[in-house]
RNA sequence: UGGGGUAUCGCCAAGCGGUAAGGCACUAGUUUUUGGUACUGGUAUUCGGGGGUUCGAAUCCCUCUACCCCAUCCA
């Protein structure tokens, strides 16, 4: 786990503080309508681990409450990524399916409460009465049939008596409420379909706003964690559970933000059309971000719950960058895979002066890499390098084979260019060279420098392979649709030369393919006679990148010019009220605004100033603290009076306590609705105002930072408001902090 | 045009009235028989804009702006 917290293990530790919570339960709920991707890992990731932090479970539970678009493969597919990331749900897989009969009770519970009815207008009908986001709606006619009628009802539509469509559960709340979700949501519609488990045993079936949060409650689930679209969805979690009046403890609901990775898709809509349009190789297409797809290429679970771990839970939209995801993966196999050398674009090398063969031990991992193992490696006359390892012009700064340049072959010896053989197009087809014999890896007496050492393999021995080089499938950071796709997402090398000891051994399944990439063996086409490797991800390429390079990100956009938008005008009353304030009382312009414009706070104001005639401090701490409470609060909740704010700022007044003091002052007010002076006295709130006693305290509080003190005289100024805060904190925040901050730029000059 | 959210570096993201964490990306250097890794440094005088309160504001108040979600018998 990180250091930092994430907001939800904020709530949770809070929860399981006051006693909200007696137990961690969380749930992983998907609908089995397709299959899993990265999104879907982050939700596990989530769940699963905030239940493992916490001592707690999590519940597997597949979302099946509409028969049309699931089905039992998915239900698979979803079980299999779970546990491929390394996760154990509690029990069995749940289902909501095993639930219908308990969920229908409720149902009927809910009639009986008269707080459901059974709707029977069409659709189009209930779309106009549903109303607008600026307009209410309005109850059909039906909304007023009679408990025994909607019982009646509802009975005949679960024993089958209607067609689809013909009538439908709905909840008795408010067709005029704010939220659209609000006005009378549907709890069950009618389908006869054959459900993937159930089969034909219903006819209806319950919406996920009344199944969900049953669910919840029957598997006693502590936090149903969802993402931020279902945040209006919230209310009516909430109303469901309050009104049946269930005995607690009940699962409340709190919503994060979905993954969004840029040059990909995530939308279950796109995917579908992609696989379908055979844009890519089903949904186990290594370009795709699906759990499948990036299981075949060749990820990790852990990279993947690391990559998780690194980007976050927050509740702001956001689109985290590729490179995040690749780094994580490169992280993981660095320390874990082999090294082997495998040439993808061959250029042929005859060593003119080396006769005859030999076999050179290589060790698999590097110096840096704690690990065993090696492998024997064919060297002999007839080699291969990698095309772009030589440049007959070499660019500036190019390290590998030249005219003039000598190279390493990685665990062999060096080698130098000697002639260059080409086709009638110019094209290089050939290199003669020639070894130094003293310059064996291990035993080099040479003396030669070269400036790198590049990857081959011997002519006879290397066994040819199949290299599926992937790339970003969008070429667009933010992809529409099938038009900003990468037409070079797939390339596929058929001829790719590796050395023996990789298909012989098969010392592995991932590989790092020396100066290349991570490789994977693909689990599917992979055969002893046609070895097939994935491309997982390249190394960090920084010599690339120089060369070529990428096209400048679109520059940082520029800071938006902020248009101030007008401002709603007053009323007369308003205005009246300002005048009186700004030019009466002469309190400052803008809170003279605040006050003026909400009547709420200029009531309270008026009573406070009739208690104590300190117009500033009051109309202060009334617009600023008190508005806060008043924003959060009904009045009715409101423990504090005017009377005791006025009683309050009157210590201010007198210098009793400081305006720091007056505020913590306050949060034990709204907290407990003690009264100001009794607040102050038993807590021995009175201010130090003493130079003598805050003098020492600031000596004090010196010597115990001597490099910030330093930093402070080097000329960091910031500094100031630390020893202040020091300070005070020293003195629980009595010390007069006009009277510290006088001392304190004296005493560090 | 209601309601619900969100805004801190190029991308994520901590922070909850007292010195602007961390990761990715970028960049400079050291090590290196991978232009990899590792290591060391550099990257936000400022938190969407403007005001206000305070000794002190990313944090509290007011106001404006931008983006996301909500009017499926989907979830």
Redesign the pocket.
């Known amino acids: 786990m990180?250091?930092?917290?994430?907001?939800l293990q904020?709530i949770v530790e809070k929860d399981l503080q006051s006693g909200k919570s007696k137990e961690i339960v969380t749930r992983f709920?998907?609908?089995p309508?397709g299959f899993p991707h990265i999104g879907h890992a982050k939700s596990i990731f989530i769940n699963f681990g905030i239940a493992r932090d916490y001592n707690g479970h999590c519940n597997l539970r597949m979302?099946d409450?509409?028969p049309?678009?699931e089905d039992t493969k998915y239900v698979e597919a979803l079980k299999d990524a779970v546990t491929w990331l390394g996760y154990e749900w509690e029990g069995n897989v749940r289902f909501t399916s095993d639930y219908f009969a308990q969920i229908h009770k409720y149902a009927m519970q809910l009639i009986k409460m008269g707080k459901a009815y059974v709707d029977s207008?069409?659709?189009e009908e209930?779309?106009e009465l549903?109303?607008?986001?600026?307009e209410a709606g309005k109850r059909s006619k039906y909304a007023s049939r009679t408990v025994e009628e909607n019982l009646d009802m509802f009975e005949r539509m679960r024993k089958g008596e209607f067609q689809?469509?013909?009538?439908?559960l709905r909840a008795k709340i408010d067709m005029s409420a704010?939220?659209?979700?609000m006005r009378d949501p549907?709890m069950y519609?009618?389908?006869h379909a054959e459900h993937f488990r159930t089969g034909n045993e219903w006819c209806i079936?319950?919406?996920?706003?009344f199944?969900?949060c049953l669910s919840d409650y029957i598997e006693g689930v502590s936090h149903s964690i969802c993402t931020?679209?279902?945040?209006?969805?919230?209310d009516i979690y909430n109303w469901v559970l309050d009104t049946l009046e269930l005995e607690p403890p009940r699962p409340y609901q709190h919503?994060f933000?979905r993954l969004g990775i840029?040059y990909t898709v995530m939308s279950k809509r796109k995917l579908l059309e992609l696989v379908e349009g055979k844009y890519v190789n089903g949904w186990d297409d290594p370009r795709l971000p699906t759990i499948a797809g990036l299981r075949r290429k060749g990820y990790t679970p852990e990279s993947i719950v690391t990559f998780c771990d690194?980007?976050?839970?927050?509740?702001?939209?956001?689109?985290?960058?590729v490179?995040?995801l690749?780094?994580t993966i490169?992280?993981d196999l660095?320390?874990k895979v082999p090294?082997v050398m495998c040439v993808i674009d061959p250029l042929k090398i005859t060593i003119e002066n080396y006769e005859g063969s030999e076999e050179l031990n290589a060790s698999y991992?590097?110096?840096?890499?704690p690990k065993e193992g090696s492998r024997k490696l064919p060297f002999s006359r007839e080699i291969y390098i990698e095309r772009d390892d030589f440049e007959e012009n070499p660019p500036k700064?190019?390290?590998?084979l030249t005219p003039e340049q000598p190279v390493?072959l990685?665990?062999?010896y060096i080698i130098a260019c000697k002639e260059i053989i080409k086709d009638s197009d110019g094209k290089v087809i050939e290199i003669k060279a020639e070894y130094y014999p003293t310059?064996?890896?291990?035993s080099?007496t040479s003396g030669i420098k070269v400036?790198?050492?590049?990857?081959w393999v011997s002519a006879d021995e290397a066994k040819k392979v199949e290299v599926r080089l992937y790339d970003r499938l969008y070429s667009s950071e933010m992809p529409e649709g099938i038009e900003d796709l990468n037409p070079n997402s797939l390339q596929v090398i058929k001829d790719a030369l590796i050395e023996p000891a990789v298909v012989q051994e098969r010392p592995d399944e991932r590989f790092?393919f020396?100066?290349q990439g991570y490789f994977f063996a693909d689990p599917i086409d992979y055969t002893d006679e046609k070895p097939v490797y994935n491309k997982i991800v390249g190394?960090?390429?920084?010599?690339?990148?120089?060369t070529k390079p990428t096209p400048p990100?679109p520059e940082?956009?520029e800071?938006?010019v902020?248009?101030?938008?007008?401002?709603?005008p007053m009323t007369s009353e308003q205005e009246k009220l300002f005048t009186r304030y700004k030019e009466g009382l002469k309190l400052?312009?803008?809170?003279a605004?605040?006050l003026a414009?909400?009547e709420d706070l200029s009531a309270f104001f008026e009573e406070a100033l009739a208690v104590l005639n300190s117009p500033?401090?009051l109309a202060?701490?009334i617009?600023?603290?008190v508005?806060?409470e008043m924003?959060q609060h009904t009045k009715e909740e409101l423990k504090f009076t005017p009377q005791q704010i006025a009683e309050l700022i009157k210590m201010v007044d007198d210098t009793t306590i400081?305006?720091?003091i007056a505020?913590q002052v306050f949060e034990e007010m709204v907290n407990s609705g003690a009264n100001p002076e009794e607040i102050v006295e038993s807590k021995g709130l009175v201010q130090i105002s003493d130079p003598e006693i805050i003098g020492k305290i600031i000596d004090e509080v010196m010597e115990k930072?001597p490099d910030?003190v330093e930093?402070f005289k080097a000329g960091?100024k910031?500094?100031?408001?630390?020893f202040?805060?020091?300070v005070?904190?020293a003195t629980d925040?009595k010390a007069n902090?006009?009277i510290?901050?006088q001392l304190l730029a004296q005493k560090l000059q």
């Open positions: 990180k250091e930092s917290k994430n907001f904020t709920p998907p609908e309508n979302d409450t509409n049309t678009k207008v069409d659709e209930m779309r549903r109303g607008t986001v600026t689809d469509g013909e009538h439908v704010a939220n659209m979700k549907l519609r009618i389908r079936y319950p919406m996920y706003d199944a969900h931020l679209e279902f945040e209006n969805n919230r919503e933000a840029n690194q980007v976050g839970i927050a509740k702001a939209n956001s689109m985290v960058d490179a995040q690749e780094f490169r992280a660095n320390p090294r991992y590097p110096d840096d890499v700064g190019y390290f590998r390493r990685k665990h062999g310059s064996k890896s291990g080099d400036k790198s050492a590049i990857h790092q020396e100066r190394l960090k390429d920084s010599w690339g990148k120089k990100k940082a956009k800071k938006k902020q248009i101030d938008g007008e401002v709603v400052n312009g803008e809170v605004n605040t414009r909400d500033t401090n202060n701490i617009t600023n603290e508005a806060r924003k400081s305006n720091k505020k930072n910030n930093k960091n910031k500094l100031l408001g630390f202040v805060g020091q005070l904190k925040g902090p006009k510290v901050n």
